[in-house]
């Protein structure tokens, strides 16, 4: 069954659900939209007035069932091509089996091969590999889990359907249980109910972990390991060296609900999953590995182990004696049993009190003897099962992923400096100069740590903080230094932002101090990091903890702020720049250096094909060494499919090792520099004179977005904005972007861009740098994706929702001319005559799916009329109309594959 047939097929089941469980007039008006849609879009201009009367038509009741019917096309729809998107995988491979594909490990491998990489410079590339996926609960994730855990069963049901290999009564049960989860589909709220606590969030993304990574990462292992063996025999990578971190239920930033309380039940829960899947692991191949003492005698190092282990539990014991000859087997059953009893241990409890404890199991409890059982029978019964449970051993742990920390360096501050107060060693430590900060950070690190009560300070918010380093002291007592990440500091802005974490560290108790990361966001901040990294690393005290982490520095860089702050071309092009010199200070003073890439979904964020904005950073900012956030919605795009979750991660690493090799690299000539920079000047004056200069523009947005309406949103812990205040500089970078896409502004992925260009008069420089520099040619081929999805014609609809119509009209031409501007610039430089010129099949994409977004933006903005006129927002009717306004939402970012 093609891709057109299995959305046929879809599309029939959801009419039949629509017309049976809303009504068959629904369905009818439904219809009547959809063709009304199509036919504006395809140049009829009565339609798109029949359209709008249509629309406005509808009670609310109506206006939910026919958004709904549209949200659940696009829910359905996105499998389907996500099942294409499979079966073209996998004809490719089969077309090119047994070469390796395009961007993949095999194929990475090949080409650094050919390409003369040595062994000995292959030894080194692998030795300094380290890749991290960093999942966060940003709040982007406008679907609940209950809906994609039954979108999960709907793609099983469609592989199932379009394999071709039922019979046809199978076929017909197979389609007769689809349409039955099309049906429980429908019949579920799609908006959640209740806000999401931080628990909800970190369960979420243990679903990910357990569902998708926990299988799908040892395959990349494998992938690794096999294109090795073929091209340099015998090198092998590190044990862990593609692994997985998480913010969520760590990430304090400007998050209430993240405490010391929820972290510590968040560790649990990582904990919890790690062990549990490991006893199942070892239970099953106790199961699997019944080899015979009588044909392999074991090891007598494992059998000093078994009797070192005597008296055994009851079960073990009945174990031993029911297969006699099968010591692999009672080793494998002792190990699920002691994982059994280690999930029953009360690690919250260990955590959050002081009294003496050590952990019951660690790691090395488990893989030496999976090391005696994998030395004492043949190698090649070990390179299946034993294996697989070997290597999630070491890639997972008993962490199942890695918490990061992440706390903003003024709660930080304000924290020291009233602990400062208090004992009388400094009465106004946040208004200090910079130097005077690190001066007195550095003599007080050195000294001894004063006498403190268990909760120093005043404030609840300082009790808070100091809790959390006495979490952090206490998680590597008791566990290890293997469950915490780095502690990430947002909006650093000095290096006394960083040591004020070590003193604090310290004080409260820690013997051992995570990575510090600070994180710069801003444009001035990303210029400043090169000078506050050097001030850093040449700081006696600093230098101390880096030795501790055999001289490796994370530094994180912020994608969303900074592109918020300075407009998308100047974030960019600082973001290079800063790359550069970062890796330049870390050189110069022998720090390994992995930089941090905080990437969120859309353009605007940092989004885009990973493997060409990875193979687009700077020339040795990489060396193997590579960490990334996914977020929100992106997790589920990417990795809820386990062939495309293969497919993405392959990409990820492909992209790495072939941008760690030594090989020459084309220099970034002058003229290319001046340019960008100029450019970027250029770019930044238009977008901050519109965004942050222009008179109006604040009210403008909030009345031509559903900013409003989102903030209201069950989707995220976390608040929309830093403070009460509408400034932009205060809202949050997600609801910034989320609120410009779901009006199809998309202003963040674009605006300035056109201006800038136009400073540069020769074109042939700028087809050079295009044809020739993979940033530059990176930066504008993400550009047309933003275009392409943006949607003038649509926003002008929102746009009439802004009651200053003078207003309204001078903005909105504004950004109209920009846009257009933008537009022909880009086709030019590339030489493109549409959009995604050379994505012909995601250009296609776009086109086919606009008719089906257009009237979820039409019911939008209608209700976005209808709700804003209501004098009480609280009422039943405000209710009614807000749920409508969930249902578009939600379907726009399904049909649009992107939220913020």
Same mark, same amino acid.
């Given at each position: 069954?093609?891709?057109?047939?299995?959305?046929?097929?879809?599309?029939?089941?959801?009419?039949?659900?629509?017309?049976?469980?809303?009504?068959?007039?629904?369905?009818?008006?439904?219809?009547?939209?959809?063709? /009304?849609?199509?036919?504006?879009?395809?140049?009829?201009?009565?339609?798109a007035?029949?359209?709008?009367q249509?629309?406005?038509?509808?009670?609310?009741?109506?206006?939910?069932?026919?958004?709904?019917?549209?949200?659940?096309?696009?829910?359905?729809?996105?499998?389907?091509?996500?099942? =294409?998107?499979?079966?073209?995988l996998?004809?490719?491979?089969?077309?090119?089996?047994?070469?390796?594909?395009?961007?993949?490990?095999?194929?990475? @491998?090949?080409?650094?091969?050919? *390409?003369?990489?040595?062994?000995?410079?292959?030894?080194?590339? /692998?030795?300094?590999?380290?890749? +991290?996926?960093v999942?966060? $609960?940003?709040?982007?994730?406008a679907?609940?889990?209950?809906?994609?855990?039954k979108?999960?069963?709907?793609?099983e049901?469609?592989?199932?359907?379009?394999?071709?290999?039922?019979?046809?009564?199978?076929q017909?049960?197979?389609?007769?249980?689809?349409?039955? +989860?099309?049906?429980?589909? !429908?019949?579920?709220?799609?908006? *959640?109910?209740?806000?999401?606590?931080?628990?909800?969030?970190?369960?979420?993304?243990? %679903?990910?972990?357990?569902s998708?990574?926990?299988?799908?990462?040892?395959?990349? %292992?494998?992938?690794?390991?096999?294109?090795?063996?073929?091209?340099?025999?015998?090198?092998?990578?590190?044990a862990? !060296?593609?692994?997985?971190a998480?913010?969520i239920?760590?990430?304090?930033d400007?998050?209430?609900?993240?405490?010391?309380?929820?972290?510590?039940?968040?560790?649990?829960?990582?904990?919890?999953?790690?062990?549990?899947?490991?006893?199942?692991?070892?239970?099953?191949? #106790?199961?699997?590995?019944?080899?015979?003492?009588?044909?392999?005698?074991?090891?007598?190092?494992?059998?000093? !182990?078994?009797?070192?282990?005597?008296?055994?539990p009851?079960h073990?014991?009945?174990i031993?004696?029911?297969?006699?000859?099968?010591? %692999?087997?009672?080793?494998?059953?002792?190990?699920?049993s002691?994982? #059994?009893e280690?999930?029953?241990?009360?690690?919250?409890?260990? /955590?959050?009190?002081?009294?003496?404890?050590?952990?019951?199991?660690?790691?090395?409890?488990?893989?030496?003897?999976?090391?005696?059982?994998?030395?004492?029978?043949?190698?090649?019964?070990?390179?299946?099962?034993?294996?697989?449970?070997?290597?999630?051993?070491?890639?997972?742990?008993?962490?199942?992923?890695?918490?990061? @920390?992440?706390?903003?360096?003024?709660?930080?501050?304000?924290?020291?400096?009233?602990?400062?107060?208090?004992?009388?060693?400094?009465?106004?430590?946040?208004?200090?100069?910079?130097?005077?900060?690190t001066?007195?950070?550095?003599?007080?690190?050195?000294?001894?740590?004063?006498?403190?009560?268990?909760?120093?300070?005043?404030?609840?918010?300082?009790?808070?903080?100091?809790?959390?380093?006495?979490?952090?002291?206490?998680? &590597?007592?008791?566990?290890?230094?293997?469950?915490?990440?780095?502690?990430?500091?947002?909006?650093? &802005?000095?290096?006394?932002?960083?040591?004020?974490?070590?003193l604090?560290?310290?004080?409260?108790?820690?013997?051992?101090?995570?990575?510090?990361?600070?994180?710069?966001?801003?444009?001035?901040?990303?210029?400043?990091a090169?000078?506050?990294?050097?001030?850093?690393f040449?700081?006696?005290?600093?230098?101390?903890?880096?030795?501790? &982490?055999?001289?490796?520095?994370?530094?994180?860089?912020?994608?969303?702020?900074?592109?918020?702050?300075?407009g998308?071309?100047? $974030?960019?092009?600082?973001?290079?720049?800063?790359?550069?010199?970062?890796?330049?200070?870390?050189?110069?003073?022998?720090?390994?250096?992995?930089?941090?890439?905080?990437?969120?979904?859309?353009?605007?964020?940092?989004?885009?094909p990973?493997?060409?904005?990875?193979?687009?950073?700077?020339?040795?900012?990489?060396?193997?060494?590579?960490?990334?956030?996914?977020?929100?919605?992106?997790?589920?795009?990417?990795?809820?499919?386990?062939?495309?979750?293969?497919?993405?991660?392959?990409?990820?690493?492909?992209?790495?090792?072939?941008?760690?090799?030594?090989?020459?690299?084309?220099?970034?000539?002058?003229?290319? *520099?001046?340019?960008?920079? =100029?450019?970027?000047?250029?770019?930044?004056?238009?977008?901050?004179?519109?965004?942050?200069?222009?008179?109006?523009?604040?009210?403008? !947005?909030?009345?031509?977005?559903?900013?409003?309406?989102?903030?209201?949103?069950?989707?995220?812990?976390r608040?929309?904005?830093?403070?009460?205040t509408?400034?932009?500089?205060?809202?949050?970078?997600?609801?910034?972007?989320?609120?410009?896409?779901?009006?199809?502004?998309? /202003?963040?992925?674009?605006?300035?861009?056109?201006?800038?260009?136009?400073?540069?008069?020769?074109?042939?420089?700028?087809?050079?740098?295009?044809?020739?520099?993979?940033?530059?040619?990176?930066?504008?081929?993400?550009?047309?994706?933003?275009?392409?999805?943006?949607?003038?014609? @649509?926003?002008?609809?929102?746009?009439?929702?802004?009651?200053?119509?003078?207003?309204?009209?001078?903005?909105?031409?504004?950004?109209?001319?920009?846009?257009?501007?933008?537009?022909?610039?880009?086709?030019?430089?590339?030489?493109?005559?549409?959009?995604?010129?050379?994505?012909?099949?995601?250009?296609?994409?776009?086109?086919v799916?606009?008719?089906?977004?257009?009237?979820?933006? %039409?019911?939008?903005?209608?209700?976005?009329?209808?709700?804003?006129?209501?004098?009480? =927002? +609280?009422?039943?009717?405000?209710?009614?109309?807000?749920?409508?306004?969930?249902?578009?939402?939600?379907g726009?970012?399904?049909?649009?594959?992107?939220?913020?």
């Amino acid at each position: 069954m093609d891709i057109s047939q299995t959305i046929h097929l879809l599309g029939d089941l959801l009419g039949q659900v629509i017309s049976e469980l809303e009504s068959p007039h629904v369905f009818e008006v439904e219809e009547k939209i959809r063709a /009304l849609a199509k036919a504006r879009r395809n140049g009829d201009a009565s339609s798109a007035a029949s359209l709008q009367q249509e629309v406005s038509s509808l009670n609310t009741e109506e206006a939910r069932a026919v958004a709904a019917s549209f949200a659940a096309y696009f829910d359905l729809v996105n499998r389907a091509e996500e099942n =294409q998107r499979i079966q073209i995988l996998r004809r490719y491979e089969d077309e090119k089996f047994p070469e390796p594909i395009h961007e993949s490990i095999g194929e990475a @491998i090949a080409t650094l091969k050919q *390409r003369g990489i040595t062994r000995g410079q292959m030894e080194d590339l /692998l030795g300094n590999l380290s890749i +991290e996926l960093v999942l966060t $609960a940003h709040p982007t994730e406008a679907r609940r889990r209950t809906v994609l855990s039954k979108m999960e069963r709907i793609t099983e049901l469609i592989t199932q359907i379009g394999a071709g290999s039922l019979s046809l009564r199978e076929q017909e049960d197979a389609i007769q249980l689809l349409r039955n +989860e099309i049906s429980f589909l !429908w019949l579920t709220d799609r908006a *959640r109910a209740a806000k999401l606590s931080v628990a909800d969030e970190v369960k979420t993304g243990l %679903y990910f972990v357990d569902s998708f990574f926990w299988n799908t990462i040892p395959v990349i %292992y494998d992938d690794l390991e096999k294109a090795l063996e073929r091209h340099y025999p015998g090198l092998h990578a590190p044990a862990d !060296w593609f692994k997985l971190a998480s913010w969520i239920g760590g990430d304090r930033d400007g998050n209430p609900n993240v405490t010391s309380d929820v972290t510590a039940e968040t560790l649990r829960l990582h904990r919890g999953l790690a062990v549990e899947n490991h006893r199942k692991s070892f239970h099953e191949l #106790a199961r699997h590995l019944s080899v015979s003492s009588n044909r392999i005698p074991p090891p007598q190092a494992l059998m000093d !182990w078994i009797e070192k282990r005597r008296p055994f539990p009851p079960h073990i014991a009945y174990i031993e004696k029911r297969y006699v000859t099968e010591p %692999y087997r009672l080793v494998l059953s002792l190990l699920a049993s002691d994982l #059994a009893e280690a999930s029953r241990e009360d690690m919250k409890s260990h /955590l959050l009190q002081s009294y003496a404890y050590h952990a019951r199991m660690e790691v090395k409890d488990l893989a030496q003897p999976l090391e005696l059982i994998a030395t004492a029978i043949p190698q090649k019964l070990t390179q299946d099962d034993l294996q697989d449970v070997r290597r999630k051993l070491m890639i997972f742990g008993l962490h199942a992923a890695r918490l990061d @920390i992440r706390e903003d360096s003024s709660r930080l501050n304000a924290a020291l400096s009233e602990i400062l107060r208090a004992l009388n060693l400094e009465s106004d430590f946040e208004n200090l100069p910079a130097d005077s900060k690190t001066e007195l950070l550095a003599r007080l690190i050195k000294e001894s740590a004063p006498q403190l009560s268990n909760h120093p300070g005043v404030t609840s918010a300082t009790a808070e903080t100091w809790s959390l380093f006495q979490l952090i002291g206490r998680t &590597h007592e008791v566990y290890g230094s293997e469950l915490l990440g780095p502690i990430v500091i947002s909006m650093t &802005h000095a290096a006394s932002d960083v040591l004020s974490v070590l003193l604090l560290a310290k004080w409260a108790g820690c013997k051992t101090i995570p990575q510090i990361a600070p994180l710069f966001e801003s444009v001035p901040d990303l210029k400043d990091a090169p000078r506050i990294l050097g001030s850093l690393f040449t700081s006696e005290i600093y230098r101390e903890h880096l030795t501790a &982490h055999n001289n490796e520095q994370m530094v994180m860089i912020g994608y969303s702020d900074s592109n918020k702050d300075g407009g998308y071309l100047m $974030a960019n092009w600082s973001l290079y720049e800063a790359q550069e010199e970062i890796t330049r200070v870390a050189q110069k003073h022998n720090i390994k250096l992995t930089i941090f890439h905080g990437r969120g979904g859309t353009i605007a964020r940092g989004g885009g094909p990973a493997n060409s904005a990875i193979r687009a950073q700077p020339a040795g900012s990489i060396n193997g060494r590579f960490r990334l956030t996914e977020q929100g919605e992106i997790i589920a795009l990417r990795y809820s499919n386990p062939g495309l979750a293969h497919r993405h991660l392959e990409q990820i690493a492909s992209a790495v090792i072939l941008a760690s090799a030594p090989l020459p690299h084309q220099p970034i000539s002058k003229n290319w *520099r001046s340019a960008m920079s =100029q450019m970027s000047d250029a770019a930044q004056r238009a977008y901050r004179k519109m965004v942050y200069e222009t008179p109006g523009f604040i009210e403008f !947005w909030q009345s031509a977005t559903p900013l409003d309406q989102i903030k209201h949103l069950q989707i995220g812990s976390r608040p929309s904005a830093r403070s009460q205040t509408g400034a932009v500089n205060q809202i949050r970078a997600i609801p910034w972007v989320f609120s410009w896409m779901q009006s199809r502004f998309n /202003l963040p992925g674009w605006y300035g861009l056109g201006s800038g260009l136009a400073v540069i008069d020769d074109k042939s420089l700028l087809q050079e740098m295009y044809a020739s520099w993979p940033f530059f040619k990176t930066l504008l081929a993400n550009t047309e994706m933003s275009l392409l999805k943006a949607d003038m014609d @649509i926003s002008a609809l929102y746009v009439d929702l802004v009651s200053d119509k003078k207003l309204a009209n001078e903005i909105f031409s504004s950004i109209r001319s920009e846009y257009e501007r933008t537009r022909e610039a880009v086709l030019s430089i590339s030489g493109h005559s549409t959009l995604l010129e050379l994505e012909p099949a995601t250009r296609q994409a776009v086109q086919v799916r606009n008719p089906y977004v257009d009237p979820l933006n %039409y019911i939008q903005v209608e209700t976005l009329r209808r709700l804003r006129s209501l004098p009480d =927002q +609280e009422s039943p009717e405000a209710l009614a109309l807000r749920e409508v306004m969930a249902i578009t939402i939600n379907g726009i970012a399904s049909g649009l594959r992107n939220t913020g």
